[in-house]
């Protein structure tokens, strides 16, 4: 692994006219609003489904496996938290059950705030959820989208397997390499 994994990368402050936003009601789950982590002005956004503890429950920063798995494929792509803009579709982390189809749409919206603030070259959707909101399909599946180019938005936009998942099933790492590869190819050509 390289010495780079399990670095905590810096937390883009949420714009204050966000931090207190009650539209999708995931407020209630008492998560705090995380907009975003790496560098705004990186080229490649990262989008996630949604923002993972970063501090443990002593308030402590921390960076989990999954974050770790995500920076390992980065970095071994040639890629760094320079280049990165990881973000979330969700941008609070629901610890219960709630609306999915309403709390996706509403979050959407800030979404294509970041969008168009940040102007990303290229976009790495990580896992179903993000898939399938990003790509407007509730059916899409990155097993059938990963390891090609989409047009969305009108932003070159690949799909890749959820860290989580590939930590959870060591044998979608050659695959999640692959893509972040392939991501790194086009970003540098």
Not at 31 to 44: D, I, S
Not at 80 to 88: A, F, H, Q, V
Not at 128 to 153: C, M, T, Y
Not at 168 to 188: G, I, K, Y
Request: overall charge positive; glycine content about 8%; hydrophobic content about 35%.
């Amino acid at each position: 692994m390289s010495s780079f994994c399990g670095e905590l990368w810096p937390e883009i402050q949420t714009p204050e006219g966000q931090r207190d936003c009650r539209e999708c009601g995931l407020f209630r789950h008492g998560t705090r609003m995380v907009w975003g982590e790496g560098n705004p002005a990186g080229k490649l956004m990262v989008i996630l489904d949604n923002p993972g503890a970063r501090e443990d429950k002593e308030g402590t920063p921390f960076v989990c496996s999954t974050r770790q798995t995500l920076q390992r494929a980065a970095y071994d792509a040639g890629l760094t938290k320079n280049d990165l803009y990881i973000t979330y579709i969700l941008k609070r982390r629901p610890i219960r059950a709630y609306d999915k189809e309403l709390v996706r749409k509403t979050c959407m919206l800030h979404l294509g705030q970041q969008l168009a603030e940040n102007m990303p070259k290229l976009i790495l959707c990580l896992g179903n959820v993000a898939v399938q909101s990003f790509f407007q399909d509730p059916n899409a599946e990155v097993r059938k989208l990963r390891g090609k180019w989409h047009d969305i938005q009108g932003i070159p936009t690949a799909a890749a397997y959820h860290p989580l998942a590939v930590k959870r099933r060591p044998n979608l790492w050659p695959v999640f390499r692959e893509d972040w590869l392939m991501t790194a190819n086009r970003f540098f050509a």
